[in-house]
């Protein structure tokens, strides 16, 4: 029985192959005699799932199966008809980093706007009418004076 469906599954192999010779009809189709190999193979000490089959003393194996026991993404390129085996985490972020300024800090104790010479306590009326992206913080009152901020008459800082 089991000998039998084996032959069934080699009948659709066949059969993928000589239809795909139909599809791409470039000529690299062609009919061949495979056996289902009696051979167990494993990665890493883990045993590959799924049939492997010798085919003129090569044993060919599920490239995907092999591929992921050995920790590497298979993709596949359908405009080239490429599959491919490759390292993991190695897609290049086209998404530009941020520019982060190291000079202008997002947080503090006081406030000053890069449009007035002016620092304020984060409470300031005055404060509150800065713009976000205007904002400059400073940890100290020192910090502030030293960087050419005079305290706000308001809040008085
Ligand atoms: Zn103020």
């Known amino acids: 029985m089991k000998s039998e469906f084996r032959g069934f599954i080699i ?33 890493n000490g883990g045993m590959v799932e799924g049939d492997n089959i ?22 596949w390129d359908n405009s080239t008809n490429t599959a491919s085996i490759n390292d993991k985490n190695k897609t290049v972020n086209v998404l530009p980093l941020p520019i982060v300024s190291q000079n202008i800090k997002t947080d503090g104790v006081y406030v000053g706007t890069t449009q007035s010479d002016k620092y304020h306590k984060p409470t300031c009326r005055w404060a509150e009418k800065i713009l976000k992206e205007n904002e400059i913080w400073f940890d100290s009152k020192e910090e502030a004076q030293e960087k050419g901020y005079k305290p706000c008459g308001v809040c008085k800082p």
Do not use: H, Q, W
């Open 54 to 75: 010798l085919f003129d003393g090569t044993t060919y194996v599920p490239l995907r199966k092999i591929a992921e026991m050995l920790d590497k993404e298979v993709g």
């Open 11 to 43: 009948g659709v192999i066949l059969s993928c192959i000589l239809l795909s010779s139909v599809v791409f009809a470039d000529g690299i189709g062609k009919k061949i005699d495979v056996v289902f190999n009696k051979v167990n193979i494993t990665v």
